[in-house]
């Protein structure tokens, strides 16, 4: 068992993660850490369910028991991971069976040390830059177990080291482990669920090569379905069909060129796919409502 206390104040002045809240700026300050506990630490008799404006991750590696959160009960068997926001009833340290869990405790701070008090979910969405479903809690397989802990295990390995980069260290790996969560933890809370792996693989063909003519054929060849097929799929998926998805990034990547450079109309077109200029310009202006070079000026006049 391996346990880290914070044992002095003070917020760091790294802004990897940083969140920006109602006009203050708030970084993360790790309060404690413990990998493969596997019993209650002080009297038994104190542990019951409680609240707090803090953040703790727990991850049960072995044993079974009984963890409580928003006052209901869940099994804690290995591989649980229990997500616990500021103000939520909650008792992970169970004293109903012999539950072994690695922990973290987190908190973020502004300057004068007030803390914020979002939801996961919401303090999930501020990096993801998405709307997302929280599963909380939720079951991980033997791999994923393995790589949580071990991104627990080094942030309990930083908490307490005392570097010239050691902030900047920690946070970076507090970073990998949200991003762990995210993926693992967290779905897409959009209508359609979370899109097809061959219907994803299309789309990115298509980002890597929107400036090439492409046929609907080789999409369907390369996502393995049928022309219709890939048209209804990728259409449910991403609401739009595949090629005016490509004309979609198309007109934007002109716009962002009319925006940041110098380049005549005609090299812009020609950079974007379209060796047509009269065709550009009357697509370009179907789209936006102005003509390419209206939207120069307007933008340099801006």
């Known amino acids: 068992m391996y346990r880290y206390v914070r044992n002095k104040n003070g917020v760091s002045g790294c802004n990897v993660l940083r969140i920006l809240h109602d006009k203050d700026i708030y970084r993360p300050v790790v309060l404690h850490t413990t990998i493969a506990q596997d019993r209650p630490v002080g009297d038994i008799q104190t542990f019951r369910e409680h609240r707090h404006n803090l953040y703790h991750i727990v991850l049960y590696t072995a044993g079974s028991g009984v963890c ?9 068997k290995p591989g649980t991971v229990i997500l616990v926001s500021p103000g939520q009833p909650h008792d992970f340290i169970t004293r109903f069976g012999n539950a072994v869990y690695s922990e973290l405790t987190l908190a973020f701070e502004n300057e004068q040390c007030e803390p914020l008090t979002l939801p996961f979910e919401e303090l999930l969405e501020q990096w993801a830059g998405a709307q997302i479903d929280l ?18 295990t080094e ?29 693992a933890c967290v779905k897409p809370a959009a209508s359609g669920g979370i899109a097809d792996e061959r219907v994803i693989r299309v789309r990115q063909y298509i980002e890597q090569h929107y400036n090439t003519p492409i046929r609907i054929e080789e999409l369907s060849q390369l996502a393995g379905f049928s022309k219709g097929y890939l048209f209804r799929a990728f259409r449910k998926a991403f609401g739009v069909a595949p090629l005016e998805y490509q004309k979609q990034l198309r007109l934007e990547a002109a716009r962002t060129l009319l925006r940041a450079t110098a380049l005549r109309c005609s090299e812009i077109a020609a950079r974007c796919g379209y060796d047509n200029i009269h065709f550009f310009h009357r697509l370009f202006k179907q789209t936006f409502g102005v003509t390419p070079q209206q939207y120069r000026k307007n933008i340099v006049g801006s």
């Open 135 to 152: 599963h909380n809690p939720m079951r991980l397989s033997d791999a994923e177990i393995s790589v949580l802990n071990a991104v627990l």
């Open 155 to 183: 942030i309990a390995d930083l908490a307490g080291v005392e570097h010239l980069l050691s902030d900047f260290y920690l946070q970076y790996a507090l970073l990998k482990l949200l991003h762990f969560i995210v993926q």
């Open 68 to 76: 409580l959160l928003n006052r209901l009960e869940y099994p804690a």
